[in-house]
């Protein structure tokens, strides 16, 4: 039986973050071997990944980040099960690193992200499955966006319970910021009327039918005032046509025109958690 020291745990529990005794259990059954003793507590990682498969994963930490030059950017959302672990500084230390690896390769989706290296021994999907065993708590990516433009600005909001992308057609720090800003705030459906999907418009359309049937309005008159109140909803709920927060007397787009004459919003993109 190998002599199993407080040096070889804490060794082992700074490399995986499991547990004191959990630690000391797995050198113990792999009788000092230390790579061993890593794999043991991989594989009950994903016992618990197996067992809690089933389970809602709602809180988190969602993070934006830009590239050095601002003209791409990334936001990714990586949910657990309580508020208490999601305020965690080792989670969101996860979660950033998480980021950083989707920042600097700029993965497709989110399968693509979850097979890239996390560090030199274990891909991210793996090193999720192995938190999930270290926390006991179902750990996810709930989302992942990412976007490239002349100029791209990142915002989180609320402790990392929203982060949002904005991409600019030309280089304006403090107004990509701003912008970032309001997409947090106000979530926007889309970018413009254009972007609003179709069944979206549709059920604005019919919402607005049946209020003005329920007005009494004539008949003749429904499809118009379905038409205005289809055209509030852009005005409230489309990124361009929405108040500027910080000043209510010009829109996102006029704002934006007042910065620097043809500066535009081309895409944004936003993640949040259930809040």
């Known amino acids: 039986m190998a002599t199993i020291t407080a040096a070889d745990v804490n060794k082992l529990r700074k490399q995986t973050g499991a547990g004191m005794m959990d630690c000391k259990n797995a050198l113990v059954e792999a009788n000092g071997d230390f790579e061993n003793a890593v794999d043991i507590l991989r594989k009950r990682g994903q016992k618990v990944a197996a067992k809690r498969a089933d389970r809602e994963a709602t809180e988190g930490a969602v993070i934006a980040l830009t590239s050095d030059d601002n003209t791409s950017g990334i936001v990714v959302c990586v949910n657990c099960e309580t508020d208490f672990v999601a305020k965690n500084d080792s989670f969101v230390n996860l979660a950033t690193t998480i980021a950083n690896v989707a920042l600097a390769n700029q993965p497709a989706n989110t399968d693509e992200l979850m097979a890239l290296a996390y560090d030199a021994k274990m891909t991210i999907g793996e090193k999720l499955t192995e938190q999930t065993g270290v926390i006991g708590e179902k750990i996810e990516i709930g989302g992942y966006e990412k976007i490239a433009a002349p100029f791209v600005a990142a915002y989180i909001h609320m402790g990392n319970k929203i982060g949002t992308l904005v991409a600019l057609s030309d280089i304006a720090e403090e107004a990509g910021r701003d912008i970032a800003m309001q997409a947090a705030a106000m979530n926007p459906v889309s970018l413009d009327k254009d972007s609003v999907p179709a069944d979206v418009m ?30 509030k909803f852009y005005k409230e709920n489309t990124l361009v046509e929405q108040q500027f927060i910080k000043d209510s007397s010009l829109t996102v787009a006029g704002y934006l025109n007042s ?17």
Do not use: N, T
């Open 259 to 275: 910065v620097k004459a043809g500066l535009k919003v081309v895409d944004f993109k936003r993640l949040s958690l259930a809040v």
């Open 202 to 231: 549709e059920r604005e359309l019919e919402v607005g039918r049946e209020q003005a049937r329920e007005e009494g309005k004539p008949e003749a008159m429904i499809e118009k005032i379905a038409m205005g109140k289809l055209g």
